[in-house]
């Protein structure tokens, strides 16, 4: 969503995002070397949480994620957070893209925000991946696994994220604060939840392992080199954390289980035909890339993952109802924390489970 090959997704600027642009390009002149207008400014299209726009100058393109307008939610849109990790993933090879500057005074533009490289590449939306041969899905399927073993290899105090989050208890945790902040954009009474909200913090398996967690890790958030099938930056860190590995697992595989209109899916794929791995297959590689022997309780881990997407999709939809979110379509997402909520109560069924 931050970067990549969007030209033809960046247009005018919505009117509730709307910045002294004068002023950006005077301050970034000032704090960025070799920065030289003059600055065009566009907005992508994406971005249901933080506003993304595209800085074009004669020189070099760049990209600015800065936080929404309006009251916001305890512990969201931690813009200065995505920036810490993606300057310190610059260190490992983890492929991000250049951090260049965090500005932390809203006198500005009127709210924090970074900005960082812009990465010429492909934003492949459709899991899917149609128009490509059997191979390039294959390759960059086992580049996404890859990308996503390399992330949870990485030593956190090495490279200066020792402090990024709470080590250890993170799905106790997590369960938590995701929890508190559906209660806080509540709209209605659903069931789904209120069971999900029990079941999940009395049932978390055993084993504990503390690495980086991106938080919103599938193929929509990466780049993907322009002509080969490899991908060139992970984006969009707002909800990364020191966590859990096996919570990015369960997210990379929603495809595989969720029927989305607008993203996409992997249910009903012939995966032989197409060369996309099948789920086992994927956690297979996955598995041989980080030494762990198989994946007792995956349904927790899908479970959660459908629980914590429906708490993010009832924040969306509340921000919309309020006037402020970064997305026309938010006001779209009411229907969807109740019906992930009961795909995840679904899935535990599924696996014997008894909410």
Known sequence: MAAGDQGSEAGAVREAHRFDEGRLAEYLKGAVPGFAGPLTV??????QSNPTFLLATPARRYVLRKKPPGKLLASAHQ???????????????????????????PEVIGTAFYVMGHVDGRVLRDPQLPGMTRDERAAIYDSM??????????????????????????????????????????TDDVAPMDALMAWLPANIPPGDQVTIAHGDYRLENTICHPTQPRIL???????????????????????????????????????????????????AAYCQRTGRDGIPSWEFYLAFAMFRLASIAQGVYKRGLDGNASSEKAIMYGAVARFLAELACGTLAKAGVKL
């Open 79 to 105: 813009i200065e957070r995505e920036y810490k990790v993606i300057e310190a993933l610059a260190k490992t090879d983890v492929p991000v893209a250049e951090a260049v500057l965090l500005c932390e005074d």
């Open 233 to 283: 930056a992970v984006l969009d860190w707002e909800l990364a954390t020191l966590g859990h590995p096996l919570a990015d697992v369960a997210y990379n595989c929603m495809p595989y289980h969720i029927a989305d209109p607008t993203m996409g899916n992997l249910m009903n794929v012939d995966f032989a035909a197409t060369g996309i791995p099948t789920e086992a297959e994927y956690l």
């Open 42 to 47: 566009t907005q992508f299209k994406g971005g």
């Open 145 to 186: 696994n890859d990308v996503m073993a390399r992330m949870h290899k990485v030593d956190v105090n090495a490279v200066g994220l020792g402090d990024f989050g709470k080590p250890g208890n993170y799905f106790d945790r997590q369960i938590g604060r995701w929890s508190k902040q559906y209660e806080a954009a509540k």
